[in-house]
Structure formats: structure tokens, C-alpha cells
């Protein structure tokens, strides 16, 4: 009887011992990465993530390597949100490459790096991580994660950024490009680069302008909130109007009369800020000082003395019902 030919173990060549292994693994034997690259995790972002892998299955597996004091267990690589999205589906296993062999951290941000994961705050701690561990020169880790040295440096230096702006640009959805955030980042000191942040989050600066600012040494222009653009707008205007000779706002009737309806309508818009009991105050007081500072004889106007006798009766019995009020509350 002929043999049928038997395959040849080496047909498709020899197997090496550290070639990677695709299993289900038990997410209680995964352990999270303690130098995991990325930092922000979007709660909305792992929901749909999950949503997704409950309806269509995983696409791609997570990466571990073995612990090498506990052969059981798994230290995770890169995938975290598809674990994560596991443990939200209560899933208990996941399906994962076990690597053999490998530096953790350099795979970590590698893998990162590829997948564009990380935001480029978190990326340049990671690579300075990277710098400070295994004292790589930049020419080096350019090499580990596949980029140009002069790459490297410009997104080290975005460490030298203040805190402020990295706690807002990684806490917030920010749509800074990296290539902006690194021009800020040339800036001399902390003064200017927060003065550059404060005007790209108002959205009023560029690459270019941050370029320019910095070639020309000119000050960036910050839009101010509309409530401090009004007030500058009313200091401007009562400026404007210490100039204006009072004879020739007089004689001119219909100046007058538009002045006048200006200060009442101004007064009627700023009185809505305020309760009725302020207002009053308010009124008070300026009363008070319009009284303080007169430099004509008030009894010489019989008109004018008239009003101010009638409002002298009117705020008394407004006192008066006041006090009463008062009393009768303290009774």
C-alpha cells in the first residue's frame, strides 16, 4: 500500500519559542500598565467602545506580556480601553497577544504612538519618561519610536509648558493642534506662553501669529469678555463727555434731550443687575451727593425748593412706613 507523503515539520519554517501567542486570557489575571502612557480616558468614549465590541465583536486584541515574578498573570501593554470595555460588559475574558519578550514601556507608547492615542502632552511625558529611565539620548529614542530627532525635541520641549495650561489643554476637548501647542512652547517664559494660551482658547491666535508675536516681540491681542469690552466702551464715552463744554450741550435742544435719555436708559438697564432695595440705596446715596456738592443757593429757586419740600414729605413718609414695618416685625 503507497504512503501518502507526509509534510515536512519545517515546510513552513520552524516556530521560534518567542513568537507571540493570540489567547482568551481572564481579565481578573490582567494587571493595568502603572506607566500607561495615556492619561485621559473619556467615560462617554468607553461606553460607545463598548457598545460597539457587545454588537460586532472585537476587532483587534489587546497586547500583555507575562509578569515575570507570576507566570499567571499579565501585565497590559497597550488596549486599555478595549479592556476597559471588557470589564464595562462584564466580560470575563478578553482575547489578547501575549508577547514573550520586550521592553513594556517602549512597546506602551509605540503602540500608542501608532494607534495616535495620545494627546501630545501626554506624549512627551512619556518620552521623557522614556529619556529619564534608560538615559537614551535624543538622537536614541528617536530611533525606539520611529521618529526624527528634531521631532523629538520639539515635543520634549513641551514639557517646559506651566501646569495651567497643561491641566486645561488634557481636562478639556481641546482642538489645539499639536503644531500650535508646540509654538507656544517656544516662548521665553511662562509670562508669554500663558498670555499666547489665553488668546488661542478665546481662539484669536494662529501658528502663524504665534510665530510672528514671537520673531516681532509683540504682545498678543486677548479679546476681553463682552462685560469688560462694555466697560471699556462706558469709561471711553464718560471721557468723552468731560470734554464737552456744558454750554454747548445746552444749547443745542436736541443734544440735550438725547443725552438725557441716554443716561435714563442706561440707568434702567443697570438698575435690572440689581434688587429694588439696592437701587434704592444707590439712589440714596446719589441724592446725597448731588445735595453735598451744589453750589447754588436752593432757596432761591422757588420751583426748585417746592420739589425738593414735596420730596423731603415723600422720603419721610416712606421712613416712617419703613420703621413701622420694622417694629411691627420686632413685636
Not at 536614541?140 to 528634531?150: D, I, N, P, R, T
Not at 482658547?201 to 520673531?215: D, P
Not at 463682552?226 to 466702551?233: G, S, V
Request: net charge negative; glycine share 4%; charged share 30%.
Amino acid at each position: 500500500m503507497e504512503k501518502k507523503p507526509q509534510l515536512a515539520v519545517s515546510m513552513f519554517g520552524s516556530v521560534s519559542p518567542n513568537t507571540p501567542k493570540i489567547k482568551d486570557i481572564d481579565i481578573t489575571h490582567i494587571l493595568p500598565n502603572p506607566d500607561q502612557p495615556r492619561k485621559t480616558f473619556d467615560e462617554q468614549s468607553l461606553r460607545e467602545l463598548a457598545d460597539s465590541i457587545q454588537q460586532h465583536g472585537m476587532l483587534q486584541p489587546i497586547t500583555v506580556i507575562r509578569k515575570e515574578d507570576d507566570q499567571d498573570r499579565y501585565i497590559l501593554v497597550a488596549g486599555e480601553r478595549r479592556f476597559r470595555a471588557h470589564q464595562l460588559l462584564g466580560k470575563p475574558k478578553v482575547l489578547g497577544i501575549v508577547l514573550t519578550s520586550g521592553n513594556i514601556d517602549e512597546l506602551a507608547i509605540i503602540e500608542n504612538l501608532q494607534r495616535e492615542d495620545l494627546n501630545p502632552i501626554e506624549e512627551a511625558e512619556a518620552l521623557a519618561k522614556l529619556m529619564y529611565r534608560y538615559q537614551y539620548t535624543q538622537e536614541a529614542l528617536g530611533k525606539v519610536v520611529g521618529k526624527a530627532q528634531a521631532t523629538i525635541s520639539n515635543i520634549l520641549n513641551l514639557n517646559k509648558l506651566p501646569d495651567k495650561i497643561k491641566q486645561e489643554y488634557s481636562t478639556s476637548n481641546n482642538k489645539v493642534s499639536k503644531s500650535l501647542l508646540m509654538e507656544i512652547a517656544r516662548h521665553e517664559n511662562h509670562s508669554e506662553q500663558l498670555k499666547f494660551w489665553e488668546a488661542v482658547k478665546l481662539g484669536n491666535s494662529t501658528v502663524r501669529a504665534a510665530r510672528e508675536a514671537k520673531k516681532e516681540k509683540i504682545q498678543v491681542r486677548v479679546i476681553q469678555p463682552p462685560i469688560k469690552q462694555t466697560i471699556a466702551a462706558g469709561a471711553l464715552f464718560a471721557n468723552r463727555l468731560e470734554k464737552i463744554d456744558a454750554a454747548d450741550l445746552f444749547d443745542d435742544d436736541e443734544c440735550e434731550h438725547e443725552i438725557i435719555r441716554l443716561r435714563d436708559r442706561i440707568n434702567q438697564q443697570i438698575g435690572q443687575f440689581y434688587s429694588a432695595e439696592e437701587r434704592i440705596s444707590h439712589a440714596a446715596l446719589e441724592l446725597k451727593e448731588l445735595l453735598a456738592n451744589a453750589t447754588f443757593d436752593l432757596v432761591g429757586s422757588d420751583s426748585l425748593a417746592s420739589d425738593l419740600a414735596e420730596l423731603r414729605d415723600k422720603l419721610a413718609e416712606l421712613t416712617t412706613g419703613f420703621g413701622k414695618e420694622k417694629d411691627e416685625g420686632i413685636e
